[in-house]
């Protein structure tokens, strides 16, 4: 191997050569052809990987604080709830009955997700959880993001892209020739662990406006030496595994994912979205979808579901803020069937834990364990899947899971990201059938 | 191997670290300084004063404080390296405004009353509804003005890592509010985070055993570790697993049954009001087995217990070493020998000096090893260090001090709000492409007064005068008054650590538009841009 591949990732080859590139154990520069992606146009061009459509993508919502799943898919046919609900259970009456299920139906607030269940683009993935659970929020959210109930390790999500990338285990001295993954991309001002592994970075902002630099507002004329400076990429005088070597590639994905993003979300959406943060956020990720980046996995997470307090039943802050959950991910549909990009496009929707099954003394519910989750899109399979958990065989007053967490996620990767699921999350669980059989 | 002894001769100068002495005149640097030879040396042997350069100098001064001067890293240079060092550890020798106790309101959140508890008590018995919410909104009320109180003590802590002459007590403040990490978010108690944050600045180069016998009496930490709440018969025992995991032996080195025998020994450690209170009620007195030490152990006991094993020091001089001088891998084994030799010459100092910290400071910041071309602004500023960096180096105004602690969260680090008792991760995590520009904008916002969302109102009142680093740097090197790319490089040197080429072409270019309708490259509107682009620059990120 000659000297030149000491650095590899020169600014030239970045913008001139293509997506191929040497060494696999650096950190992958994410976009790495800025003039590829014209608005509009699908990136299918630019599929990658032998064998993997690179146009599906699969967007997580998270949902923070830990949604309380029995006032979300309401078991309205069964009396124990409302015995263990007293003051905030939902009237029979009110819950939005789903077809074909009995006995269950989703809460009276979340009829935007109903619409989505009607149109046939909606699962309802019952009793998912994880053996032992943790209750703090902090933990059981690190468990569902290493897909690990030690809650360490890289993200999964992190580790699937990575999969994707480089040629695992290829080592430093590896030539060769493998493609990029795009880095995933989270809405918010951190990137969460799921997304966090070894060789991709993710991409993450809150604000499209503050993803760039400011400096070239005091004086025009600083724009062209910056885009200069950090389109240099990694110079010939750096170690490539440095530090300097990480940030000089940091600073050119920074730099080429600014102008993107900042140009796609700008365009108007082609529907009206609700006034609320998830719904901007998901707006967001529709406005990328259209003008055609490459990315795969998106992320936006809605905070507000540690409801200990004066939750309510069919009205109140819980319902709110089911409201506003489903009323954005129908408006993303929407946006995502009018761009003619709705059959590309998975939505999975988790929170680290559901609630306890009883009520607390102050109308409102504490940290509990096994709860539903929701996968949007017209590839899933839709109506409810699995039975509701028993309200009377309970864990010390906690509902029981039916169905670990890591065979949905071992589902959507090997049916949906058509990746083996082992090397993502181990082999110990059976991917669930969750989508259309193609 | 040749021992460096403490100066004798008490530095006369007035705290240059924060005034202006006049720098004694040096010769180039670079004329004496000597090849770095390829024969293995010891890692830990003390650096020459004739081989002390600038780049060094500035190098001790970012990693044992927040940066400094031009005219700070000349003086510095000059003094060479044992007298710089001695002068940076004795912080007591630099007078500075004391801390007092009484700085903040310590009654915010103080327990109620006997007798408003027996008030509250009889208001709940006679479903007095009017006055339980009259205590709820009370209660309400307080916990408003706290999260006011801590936000000042966020802002003062910034405002003395910024004011400091002795950087590195700061620093070393700062080390071990990652280490023992406390949050406000879980003990709601301002003053009590106050007061923990005074602990860790009286021992910031004292002694680390004594720093351990005193955390398991701090009230924020008993809050924070739920030790107020650990009883003989029922041991809570985060106190003592985090004590062995993360802030003294490490996984690996004590056994769940450590963990549980320690629990005891700390039973009854609780605290009113703002003191700390062993109540021998709730004490388990009966004999323990912690690490092979056996007894009626205390937590004093257990707290020895653990000083006594070498893997302590192990630990300790792991993390002293990640933070100072540069990343470790996760496994001993991946350590290279000379690194693995370095860190254990510095656990051994730890121990055989009784965990005196200033003997492996200096052992540190004195070694080869600490001015090696794989340490010298190889590591990622944490986003605090950038901030403060910043302002005490180039001389920045130093603006809105909440909105320097808003970017610092931004980017990952909020004081006094560590996202977990394990602190910061630091290095490559603090590092994204979102992060890395409001590491670039939080420089044009202290150079410029700009915003993301708009010019900051002050910013036309404190403009920035970037004249004053030209006249420092002409001190060493007239020739930047005169020579533009001589100029170019000596700024490149002082606010990257570095002057390639790749650096300077972009900025060269820009200065040669700029001048050319004749303005002078030391206007300071050119000068601001050449340091907005140096702060852009991914190196910028390094020190």
Known sequence: MSTEHKSPFTRREFMTTSLTFASAALTVPSFLQRSAFAVGQPSGSLSSIAGVDQNRILVVVQLSGGNDGLNTVVPFGFDQYYRMRPGIGVNAAQVLKLSKAEGVGLHPALTGLHELHEDGLLSVVQGVGYPNPNRSHFKSMDIWHTADTSATGDGWLGKYVDSQCCGEGSGESGTQVAKAMEPPIAIGRTAPLALQARKVVPVSFESADLFRWTGQDASASLSKPYDELVERGVTGDVDPSSNAAFLMRTALDARVSSDQIRKAVSAKSLVEYPRTGVARDLSMVASMIRAGLPTRVYYVSMGGFDTHAGQGGAQGSHANLLRQFGDAVRAFYSDLKAQENDARVLTMCFSEFGRRASQNASGGTDHGTAAPMFLAGPMVRPGVIGNHPSLTDLDDGDLKHLLDFRSVYAGVLKDWMQTDPDSVIGKNYRSAVLLKKS | ?543
């Open chain 2, 1 to 543: 191997m040749r021992r460096h002894t403490t100066s004798t001769e008490p530095p006369e100068e007035a705290a240059p670290l924060s005034t202006a002495p006049v720098p004694e005149p040096t010769t180039d640097p670079k004329s004496i300084r000597p090849k770095m030879a390829r024969t293995r040396v010891d890692p830990a042997s003390p650096i020459e004063d004739a081989e002390f350069t600038t780049g060094h100098a500035r190098h001790l001064l970012w990693r044992a404080g927040f940066g400094g001067t031009p005219e700070q890293i000349q003086t510095l240079a000059a003094w060479g390296a044992a007298k710089s060092v001695d002068y940076l550890l004795d912080v007591d020798a630099v007078p500075f405004e004391g801390v007092s106790t009484d700085l903040f309101k310590n009654d915010i959140m103080r327990p109620p009353t006997a007798e408003e508890r027996l008030a509250q008590r009889n208001a709940a018995r006679a479903q007095d509804e009017e006055s339980l919410a009259r205590y709820r909104v009370m209660r309400q009320q307080a916990e408003r003005s706290d999260r006011l109180q801590i936000r000042e003590v966020q802002e003062w802590w910034l405002a003395r890592m910024i004011q400091t002459p002795r950087p590195l007590e700061e620093k070393m403040a700062l080390f071990w509010h990652g280490h023992f990490a406390t949050s406000y978010r879980t003990i709601e108690n301002s003053y009590h985070m106050f007061r923990q944050n005074q602990l860790f600045r009286a021992n910031a180069l004292g002694n680390y055993g004594k720093m351990l016998y005193e955390i398991i009496r701090d009230p924020a930490m008993l809050a924070y570790l739920d030790n107020n709440d650990s009883r003989k018969g029922k041991p809570n025992e985060n106190l003592a697993r985090e004590l062995m995991e993360l802030f003294s032996l490490g996984v690996g080195n004590y056994t769940e049954n450590d963990i549980k025998e320690g629990a005891r020994a700390l039973t009854g450690y609780t605290f009113y009001d703002d003191q700390f209170v062993f109540r021998r009620e709730d004490h388990d007195s009966g004999r323990k087995n912690i690490l092979g030490r056996s007894g009626t152990l205390d937590g004093d006991g257990f707290v020895t217990a653990i000083l006594e094993k070498r893997a302590t020091s192990k630990f300790m001089a792991k993390k002293l070493y990640r933070y100072l001088v540069a990343d470790l891998p996760d496994r001993d084994k991946d350590m290279d020998a000379e690194t693995r030799e370095f860190v254990d010459d510095i656990a051994t100092l730890l121990i055989s000096k009784r965990y005196e910290l200033k003997p492996s400071l200096r052992r540190i910041f004195l070694s080869r090893r600490f001015y090696a071309d794989s340490v010298m602004g190889q590591q990622i500023k944490s986003p605090v260090q950038l901030v403060v960096g910043a302002v005490r180096s180039l001389r920045t105004p130093v603006r809105d001090l909440g909105t320097l602690l808003d970017a610092a969260d931004l980017m990952g680090q909020s004081i006094l709000f560590p996202p977990s008792v394990k602190g910061w991760d630091g290095g490559r995590t603090w590092i994204n492409t979102s992060t890395l520009f409001v590491r670039q904008n939080v420089l044009t916002y202290l150079l410029t007064g700009r915003k993301p969302q708009g010019r900051d109102a002050g910013a036309a009142i404190e403009r920035y005068n970037p004249s004053v680093l030209v006249t420092e740097l002409a001190e060493r090197e007239p020739g930047v008054r005169t020579d533009t790319d001589a100029l170019l490089r000596a700024l490149a040197r002082f606010v990257v650590g570095r002057d390639s080429d790749s650096l300077l072409n972009p900025i060269r270019a820009y200065v040669a538009g700029a001048t050319s309708d004749g303005a002078s490259p030391t206007d300071p509107r050119i000068l601001t841009g050449v340091l907005l682009l140096l702060t852009a620059s991914p190196e910028y990120q390094l020190n």
